[in-house]
């Protein structure tokens, strides 16, 4: 099975290829929605992000408007929000599905039983931890906070895997 930076999706601007600029780090990806009870976690993402950057670790969110209709901005609305409340400078993908028939490939892979966590997304800010050689290593439910002891654990465990020769 191919690599989750393999998988062709586009940043929230509508360039190509965001997760292939990824490739080679620990990726925490997660379900992001603008109008959610759960939205201040993109304060820990960001200083998660901005804490780890340097060791080859990188947040990813994908912007979902299926549960509740909790994002139902436009792309430059999300990006405004997320940079003018959250100070996010992490890569942010196009808004996408990530249940049900029109679910986007990522969310398709992420879920995929051969990754060994399968099953739909519960809710907005359910994350995934992908590691350098782009495979599933984690999955945490959406009330588990950026700052949470068994998930900064596996980030640092992920951290600490030599990048695959490509």
Not at 78 to 96: N, S
Request: proline share 10%.
């Amino acid at each position: 099975m191919a690599r989750f930076t393999d998988i062709p999706v586009n940043s929230l601007e509508g360039e190509p290829d965001l997760l292939g600029t990824l490739t080679g780090k620990v990726l925490l990806a997660v379900n992001v929605a603008s109008e959610c009870g759960l939205t201040p976690q993109y304060d820990g993402l960001q200083r998660l992000h901005e804490d780890l950057a340097l060791q080859g670790f990188s947040v990813v969110g994908f912007p979902c408007n299926q549960f509740g209709h909790q994002e139902p901005g436009t792309p430059a609305q999300i990006r405004d929000f997320c940079t003018t409340r959250y100070g996010v400078t992490f890569p942010l993908a196009a808004k996408l599905e990530v249940n049900g028939e029109t679910r986007s490939p990522v969310y398709e892979w992420l879920t995929d039983p051969e990754n060994g966590f399968p099953g739909d997304v519960s809710w907005n800010f359910e994350k995934f931890l992908v590691g350098r050689d782009g495979r599933v290593r984690g999955r945490y439910p959406p009330e588990t906070r950026p700052e949470d002891p068994v998930l900064l654990q596996d980030i640092a465990e992920a951290l600490e895997q030599p990048s695959p020769e490509n």
